[in-house]
């Protein structure tokens, strides 16, 4: 099993800056990738952007340039910075640990941290 706890969420301005944290516990020896995910009221969750294992990134085409993605390996933590906000990145942000199962992708969650960026 794989804990997830996110920290950091909040309210900014439109233009200001974000740092999400996640600290990952238990089996994290198994972790292949982790990412954060956001699902705004009324929509889908989506990927925000995800690092694996051998430090490979990837990001939505509509954060790229202004998310960043980041890894503690030391400390068992990701973080996500995002700057430049605007109103559309609001959303409840999740982090997320897969992790191989033979043929067989397990997903773990965090608990969601809101952001708002509103003026």
């Known amino acids: 099993q794989v804990q997830l706890v996110e920290s950091g969420g909040g309210l900014v301005q439109p233009g200001g800056s974000l740092r999400l944290s996640c600290a990952a516990s238990?089996?994290?020896?198994?972790?292949?990738?982790m990412g954060w995910y956001r699902q705004a009221p009324g929509k889908e969750r989506e990927l925000v952007a995800a690092?694996?294992?051998?430090?490979?990134?990837n990001y939505a085409d509509s954060v790229k340039g202004r998310f960043t993605i980041s890894r503690d390996s030391a400390k068992n933590t990701v973080y996500l910075q995002m700057n430049s906000l605007k109103p559309e990145d609001t959303a409840v942000y999740y982090c997320n640990a897969k992790r191989l199962a033979g043929a067989i992708i397990l997903n773990y969650w965090g608990q969601g941290t809101q952001v708002t960026v509103s003026s």
């Open positions: 238990g089996s994290i020896f198994s972790i292949n990738a």
């Open positions: 690092i694996t294992s051998g430090g490979n990134t």
